[in-house]
């Protein structure tokens, strides 16, 4: 590619968030004669492309391995061949942020949703019961990713009471320590300037379960009717999936958006340091234990505990955070040996507590 075309594409591309570092990373492809490009939309073994010379349909066989978090997805950088029928992706360029979901499927493997985020934006419903769990699990998942998240309350006029609205948002941000929490009335175009300007210094990935006002929120935030809306159901809340693929969009103020189905299932995959982000209150209080090991369920001067019976420290949120760190320790197990090995030696240590603790009951009895 020569400096003149490098140019162009450096100008063509930079609304999808094409940079000097991103050219600089591309440089050993660019002298291969290989196109830069980023995927827009991926569809069976086949994906859409922008480049310099417009959006292109690419054959990813090049690029499919058997591990499924090495696949092309929707926001990686590609080197694309400049022609040929079908053209072909040749490689991706090093992910700097990645949003990975554990599969629903029995072999436990990764999903990866979208790469090169940097705003993951959760989209949680007023008009249902907020499940402040299940936003915590989406945190998780996205402080893992490396991306900043961001919670957007939709709907919010149908909660007319502002003193209601502001009790809401603010059980949200106890959830949700150092996420930046909005709400906002697409319907009304209320909030939806503050999320704009959050959204328009690079990529944002909207998440949430269906229903949840996210293809509605992409039209706001785009300007027009791009994704297609239907209505969800009174009882529940919920919707049809109307978002049936990961579709990467410019947005007109600046920005990308990628909008993704609805999430039914949101499965942690080795997410243990997004889990401690998302609970950093019991992390910092966890610092003040008297064991460094403490598992924070009945050991002496337990620090968090002591949080919980001060009223420091909500209940619930030390049983989210322990339920989370279970499923993610059960994850990380099945592929890492030392870590089966941990959890076996806890087993036995707990194990052997009980059983001592038993024999000193009778003993005592006698």
Request: charged share 25%; hydrophobic share 40%.
């Amino acid at each position: 590619m020569t400096s003149t075309s490098s140019t162009s594409a450096h100008s063509a591309l930079s609304s999808y968030g094409w940079d000097d570092d991103w050219a600089d990373a591309f440089a050993p492809h660019a002298a291969e004669g290989l196109l830069p490009g980023r995927v827009v939309r991926v569809d069976r073994g086949q994906c859409d492309v922008v480049t310099a010379d417009g959006v292109l349909r690419a054959d990813t066989a090049f690029v499919t391995p058997h591990d499924p978090l090495r696949v092309v997805c929707t926001g990686d950088w590609v080197a694309v061949e400049p022609d040929g029928n079908p053209r072909y992706v040749r490689t991706y360029l090093p992910r700097r942020t990645a949003f990975v979901r554990s599969t629903s499927s029995k072999r436990s493997e990764g999903q990866i949703l979208a790469a090169n985020v940097d705003h993951a934006i959760v989209a949680v419903s007023l008009a249902v019961e907020l499940d402040l769990a299940r936003i915590e699990r989406f945190l998780a998942l996205a402080w893992e990713s490396g991306a900043q998240p961001v919670v957007v309350l939709t709907k919010a006029d149908l909660v007319p009471d502002p003193v209601t609205l502001a009790h809401l948002v603010q059980d949200v941000e106890t959830a949700a320590p150092g996420v930046p929490v909005l709400s906002v009335s697409a319907e009304q175009g209320e909030g939806l300037d503050v999320l704009a300007a959050v959204v328009s210094g690079g990529t944002a990935v909207l998440l949430g379960q269906s229903g949840a006002g996210k293809s509605t929120l992409a039209n706001a935030l785009l300007g027009e009717d791009v994704m297609d809306i239907q209505a969800t159901r009174d009882v529940d809340g919920k919707g049809r999936h109307t978002t049936t693929t990961r579709n990467l969009l410019a947005l007109p103020g600046g920005g990308v958006l990628i909008d993704t189905p609805g999430l039914r299932g949101v499965g942690l995959w080795d997410a243990g340091s997004g889990v401690d982000q998302v609970f950093a209150e019991i992390a910092e209080l966890a610092e003040q234990c008297r064991f460094h090991d403490c598992a924070h369920e009945s050991e002496p001067g337990c620090a968090v505990l002591a949080a919980i019976d001060s009223g420091e420290l909500p209940e619930r949120r030390l049983e989210s955070y322990r339920k989370l760190m279970r499923e993610n320790q059960r994850i990380v197990a099945k592929t890492d040996a030392r870590v089966r090995a941990e959890i076996r030696k806890e087993w036995k240590r707990r194990g052997a507590i009980g059983k001592a603790a038993m024999e000193a009951k009778r003993g005592g009895l006698r």
